[in-house]
Structures are given as C-alpha cells and as structure tokens.
C-alpha cells in the first residue's frame, strides 16, 4: 500500500520507492530507500510528517503516494 493511507503511529518497511527518476532520486536523498522502517508521527491534510533514520522529515501527499509500503 502507499505511504499515504498509513494512519499517525503507524511503523512500517518501505517495499519499494517509485516514481520518475528525479523523484526517485529526491527521496532517496531523504532516507527513503526499500527495506528502511519509516513510522508516521501525523496527518495533516493529507499531508504527513514521518521519521525515518532518527530523522523528521514532512511528506506531501503526492510524494507519500510513490512510497509503497
């Protein structure tokens, strides 16, 4: 399933990170690559706020789309 219908508090492995290339590449960059755990802190409009590698990182609902978990 997509990062995005992840609910707050949720834990999960990253399976996969689609997308374009430079999409690809941006999240990449921010830690999300396949088999990192990545937990939701919160929900907001759609958009979220996760922490992945000890780090807060927010996340548009577009982007949270490409991330499959």
Same mark, same amino acid.
């Given at each position: 399933?997509? %990062?995005?219908? $992840?609910? $707050?508090?949720?834990?999960?492995?990253?399976?996969? +990170? /689609?997308?374009n290339?430079?999409? =690809?590449?941006?999240?990449?960059? %921010? /830690?999300? +690559? @396949? /088999?990192?755990?990545?937990?939701?802190?919160?929900?907001?409009g759609?958009?979220?706020? +996760?922490?992945?590698?000890?780090? =807060?990182? $927010?996340?548009? =609902?577009?982007? @949270?789309?490409?991330?499959?978990?």
């Amino acid at each position: 399933m997509p %990062l995005s219908m $992840a609910e $707050a508090g949720q834990e999960l492995y990253i399976k996969k +990170v /689609g997308g374009n290339e430079d999409s =690809r590449h941006f999240l990449e960059s %921010l /830690g999300f +690559v @396949a /088999g990192s755990m990545v937990k939701v802190i919160s929900v907001i409009g759609g958009n979220m706020i +996760v922490q992945i590698k000890e780090s =807060r990182v $927010a996340v548009s =609902r577009e982007m @949270a789309n490409k991330i499959i978990v």
